[in-house]
């Protein structure tokens, strides 16, 4: 097969590095436009109401110690105990937190949940890390933001780089320091500790369910669409397969060392098993490799992109030649590329509406650990599915009503929320 898109340049790549914190604002203030906000309400809901960094020591294997910093950014609490994802990876820094603690509040806004918006982070490679220094790392930094979480003050979930275990090390840590079990202080965890059926696949499950909407509300076929997935984690890798079982074509994937390409096809339930057997996906049989930067312009009906922010910007945005864009991950384009893809026709789903199956199904969890009553997976897809699907109604109607785009559609309909929330209880003292 010859190569489907034309080369990215350096500089290209180096322009997917947008500060994510000035992308929130910014999209925030698209909407807050719109809105006859007081000026002291619009000050407060475009700030973090607290900010927490820690710098912590970890023994290693070998027995030295290494320094590690950490974060846990409180953005809005006005609508009840703050929800949000711990992350590790090596690009944790405070303006993303930043960002990702606010697109939480939008988010639970959006979807009816009585959450605010928070967000975690520490800056490792834990890729690099044993399982045993995983653990180390995870104990000490939920001992060191300890004074902030809670079972009703802010409840954590996993995010980039963790998973059902290291929420599992950062509950059982937490409950040896109450010297009670405390199962309600972080989602996410593995069902034998109160975790929730479903949980693992609810943000793919509610992108599927999002691109599939976005696919009867423009009028389109969706069983038969062509579909790019850029990552391969409980994300991207659960959307790829759950569009493949619609009847959807996935013809693109990537992992974080490049992506394939098959415009014929691929079996994405194959494709990650070869991941998981060789660790990439590059070599898959019957398909072309490609870079993860040529992998957003390939040619196709819907893009996925369901790895880091700030991937499609105004140095790619031209050449992306899908008609349909989901987002899979947190703020994965620039305004400067919703700007050029809105100008030329191309359909946003935006974050908070299309992956936010993750949030809405940790609030399943949280209140059945709370009532120590547990559902059946059915009952939690049945009840993911009515309130993504009641989301995209109300987005789809706000958009219309403003003629706006679903983005500011979406955050015109959650900062009100909030905003209105918040005149509500009013300014304390």
Same mark, same amino acid.
């Given at each position: ?15 997917? $590095?947008?500060?994510?914190? *000035? ?21 407060? +809901?475009?700030?973090?109401?607290? *900010? ?26 006005? +609508? ?19 960002? +990702? ?59 980039? @780089? ?12 937490? /409950? ?56 391969? @984690? ?9 569009? $493949?079982?619609? @009847? ?24 990650? /098993? ?21 992998? +957003? ?11 880091? *922010? ?47 199956? @993750? ?30 699907? $009641? ?39």
């Amino acid at each position: 097969m010859g190569s489907p898109v034309v080369k990215s340049t350096p500089a290209d790549v180096a322009a997917l $590095h947008d500060d994510p914190w *000035e992308m929130a604002l910014r999209q925030f203030s698209y909407a807050a436009d719109r809105l006859t906000l007081k000026r002291g309400i619009r000050d407060v +809901l475009c700030q973090p109401h607290r *900010e927490f960094t820690v710098h912590f020591p970890v023994q290693m294997d070998d027995g030295s110690v290494q320094m590690f910093t950490g974060y846990r950014i409180i953005h809005n609490g006005t +609508l009840g105990p703050t929800k949000g994802g711990l992350r590790y990876s090596p690009q944790v820094r405070i303006s993303e937190v930043r960002a +990702l603690a606010m697109w939480m509040t939008w988010k639970a806004a959006l979807n009816h949940l009585p959450y605010g918006g928070a967000k975690g982070g520490v800056t490792c490679d834990p890729a690099a890390l044993s399982a045993a220094e995983l653990e180390r790392l995870t104990r000490r930094y939920a001992t060191e933001i300890s004074p902030l979480i809670g079972s009703h003050e802010d409840i954590p979930a996993p995010d980039v @780089g963790t998973n059902a275990q290291v929420m599992a090390w950062f509950m059982d840590t937490y /409950s040896m320091h109450r010297g009670y079990s405390v199962p309600t202080v972080v989602t996410g965890k593995p069902v034998v500790i109160g975790g929730s059926a479903g949980r693992l696949e609810a943000t793919g499950r509610g992108v599927m369910i999002a691109a599939r909407e976005a696919a009867r509300y423009l009028g389109r076929p969706f069983a038969g669409s062509r579909a790019v997935v850029q990552g391969s @984690g409980n994300v991207g890798g659960v959307t790829a397969r759950l569009l $493949h079982a619609q @009847g959807c074509t996935v013809v693109g994937m990537s992992d974080v060392r490049g992506g394939i390409y098959n415009p014929k096809g691929l079996d994405p339930n194959a494709a990650l /098993s070869y991941l998981k057997e060789t660790g990439a996906l590059a070599g898959y049989p019957e398909a072309e490799a490609v870079s993860n930067a040529e992998l +957003l312009e390939l040619p196709c009906d819907m893009l996925v992109p369901a790895a880091i *922010e700030g991937q499609i910007t105004g140095a790619n945005a031209e050449r992306i030649q899908a008609r349909v864009i989901v987002e899979g991950a947190n703020g994965p384009t620039t305004p400067e590329a919703d700007e050029i893809l809105g100008t030329r026709g191309v359909t946003i789903v935006p974050d908070i509406l299309a992956n936010a199956g @993750g949030v809405i199904v940790s609030y399943f969890e949280w209140v059945q650990d709370l009532q120590s009553y547990f559902w059946s997976e059915e009952e939690i897809n049945a009840n993911l599915e009515r309130l993504m699907v $009641h989301s995209f109604g109300q987005v789809t109607r706000v958009a219309s009503e403003q003629g706006v785009s679903l983005r500011t559609g979406a955050l015109i309909f959650s900062v009100q929320r909030v905003a209105e929330a918040l005149m509500a209880r009013g300014i304390y003292p």
